[in-house]
Nanobody
């Protein structure tokens, strides 16, 4: 079955950068789209960025546009989220998702604080 393991979270100061990784295994023929979501404290999970595996098309939430970049390394079956110019409001648990099968990773905590 599909397994997704996120890494790369941590504590960073406002204005800093982090790169999240999501290592995928057990991928199926339904693997056509991957996404990053986040869950802020006390809030519902929200979409951050999406990438379509076939053509590499990407989509971003307004909060991520211009600051975050989603990408994939097919050879490594790894999804990335490069986050720049981080703000305190970006503090959340970040999850990757295989949209095709509806599987989530366990999440990685990102804390933006001075």
């Amino acid at each position: 079955h599909v397994q997704l393991v996120e890494s790369g979270g941590g504590l960073v100061q406002p204005g800093g950068s982090l790169r999240l990784s999501c290592a995928a295994s057990g991928l199926t023929s339904s693997h056509y789209c991957m996404a990053w979501f986040r869950q802020l404290p006390g809030k519902e999970r929200e979409g951050v960025a999406t990438i379509y595996i076939g053509d590499g098309a990407t989509y971003y939430a307004d909060s991520a546009k211009g600051r975050f970049t989603i990408s994939q390394d097919d050879a490594k079956n790894t999804l990335y989220l490069q986050m720049n110019s981080l703000k305190t409001v970006d503090t959340a648990v970040y999850y990757c998702m295989d949209v095709g099968v509806g599987y989530w990773g366990q999440g990685t905590q990102v804390t933006v604080s001075s």
